[in-house]
């Protein structure tokens, strides 16, 4: 945790919450975000790999603050179980501080519950809190998005930590195990399901320095058709959906399971994990897009914003 403090967090001997200093904003809003990975925890003491879960936890929330337009700035987690693995909890921690430090972001505090009359052995959950901070006019509300904006989707890694439940039941149902490495995967099952929820706060950073960003979304649970439409300002989307290669696990899901595609989009990213618009002008995604790849992001146009009222992905 110490490795990730910079001069900002303020030294409080007692404990009891974690200080952060605010300077250098004329008109400062804090952006606050709180998750849990869900069932992607089954996953993890199936195979009995923590780490990831805590790097999980802290790039899924940086990203929601992110989204926002704040940038994300100390952060909190949270492990609880019916008995503490004081190896496991570490890991999870380390994994944590870990995420922190490559993010920026300083990890100030935590808690450790132990509650056997609610968690069963060998149970556990992980939760995360984000706060972040920005000056009130780099706010990001999507009111700006007009009609012709591009939208820019971010590759994702896999699943994130968004459709385990329905990622899961498709293994169950098969009788397929975490230790079988399918065709077309270079992993196990088990090791592409714990592939940790990819970070995006450098990439997003430095495109704003170089283009104006009239929105942005994090896809998460409920895909593109459920996240999208939160950044456009009640405006819609046309998405191209070849416009991007999918993880090999989404296709696996799919097919093992006889997943539905609407149901496919509605639960899964399938491979976008972030999604900013930017004007439609001529030059500007082409602008956004090298300034993407510049951070070592495959970023690609995706599709464009269209009149439909209320909101709504249309995929062509």
Not at 104 to 129: H, K, R, W
Request: hydrophobic share 40%; aromatic share 6%.
């Amino acid at each position: 945790m110490e490795a990730t403090h910079g001069p900002r967090v303020v030294s409080y001997p007692n404990g009891f919450a974690g200080l952060y200093a605010l300077s250098s904003y004329a008109e400062p809003v804090l952006a606050s975000s709180i998750d849990g990975v869900g069932t992607k925890v089954l996953v993890a003491k199936a195979l009995g790999r923590y780490a990831s879960i805590g790097e999980d936890i802290v790039n899924h929330c940086a990203n929601d603050v992110l989204a926002t337009g704040a940038r994300p700035l100390l952060f909190l987690d949270y492990v609880a179980s019916g008995k503490l693995d004081p190896e496991s909890v570490a890991e999870v921690v380390r994994g944590a501080a870990e995420a922190c430090g490559a993010l920026g972001i300083a990890l100030v505090g935590g808690e450790t519950a132990e509650m056997p009359g609610l968690y069963g052995e060998g149970d556990f959950d992980v939760v995360g809190a984000c706060v972040g901070a920005c000056e009130r006019a780099e706010v990001v509300t999507g009111e700006r998005v007009r009609v012709g904006d591009a939208v820019i989707g971010l590759p994702s890694t896999g699943l994130h930590t968004n459709g385990y439940t329905l990622a899961r039941k498709v293994l169950e149902d098969a009788n397929v195990s975490y230790s079988e490495t399918p065709e077309g995967f270079d992993r196990t099952v088990g090791e592409a399901y714990l592939v940790p929820h990819q970070a995006y706060v450098s990439e997003i950073l430095a495109l704003r320095d170089a283009v104006e960003v009239r929105g942005m979304a994090h896809i998460t649970g409920g895909g593109l058709p459920g996240n999208l439409p939160r950044a456009l300002g009640g405006l819609g989307a046309r998405i191209d959906a070849s416009a991007w290669e999918e993880p090999p696990v989404f296709g696996f899901i799919r097919s093992l399971g006889g997943v539905a595609e609407k149901e496919m989009r509605q639960v899964f990213n399938l491979g976008v994990g972030f999604c900013v618009v930017v004007p439609g002008e001529a030059g500007e995604a082409e602008k956004a897009l090298a300034v993407l790849r510049e951070a070592g992001c495959d970023a690609r146009c995706i599709g464009e914003v269209v009149a439909e009222p209320g909101g709504g992905v249309e995929f062509v």
